[in-house]
């Protein structure tokens, strides 16, 4: 049987609140956060909470590789 610290994996959640009025902000946000160096157990899940920005996330979110969505 696995010990259970064999099994679980670490996941850290970063929330980024959202109003952007110039394009470019978050995606510069989320090349910092794909930019950390993690440990191998370690995962990412980021939480995007958009407060009827401007400038949509979604035309930001579409120039991101479909691996990092």
Known sequence: ???RSDT??????????YYQVEAGILA???EGVAAQNLAPDQAVRVYIV????PHPAEDELTDCAPADR
């Not at 994996?9 to 980024?16: F, G, M, S, T």
């Not at 958009?50 to 920005?53: E, R, T, Y």
């Open 1 to 3: 049987m696995a010990k």
């Open 8 to 17: 679980l994996h670490r996941l850290i959640a970063v929330v980024i609140p």
């Open 28 to 30: 510069r946000a989320l």
């Open 50 to 53: 958009d407060d009827a920005s």
